[in-house]
């Protein structure tokens, strides 16, 4: 596993990669689907490892019922904690790291908006947010700093 600059430059790869749509911009540099399929896998086995998977669970469900500033560095393993401080930092520094999480976290809050509507089964919402994909959710939008405006 990467550590310091190296961490953050094998987190802002991997969304580059697992972010890149089919336009036809920049073509040549896309890679195949199935590569960017596995570096979104990657980064989700890894961002999983450092989240504590009950303490999400409690807090998503504190978070949905309106409570609001519950999402700590707390919720990270000590490795997890330092990617979290990587990420705020390349997201608070470098503008296109920042388009790429922000796309990310729009793409995943539209998903869930789909499977599980407002009102809706609470329980598929917060199956998808405890899911590897959600736990990236989760610290890449914390990171940015997103649930402190809702």
Known sequence: MPRGDDNASWISGLLARASQDDDGEGEAQLKPQSQTLEALDSLSVDIA????????????DRYRRGERGVFTRRLYTLQGQQTYEDIKRKYAAEPEFRTTVDRYVAEFEKLLEEVAPKGSDDALAQTYLTSETGKVYTMLAHAAGKFEQR
Do not use: K
């Open 49 to 60: 490892r450092m989240i504590d998977h009950q303490a999400v669970a409690e807090l998503w």
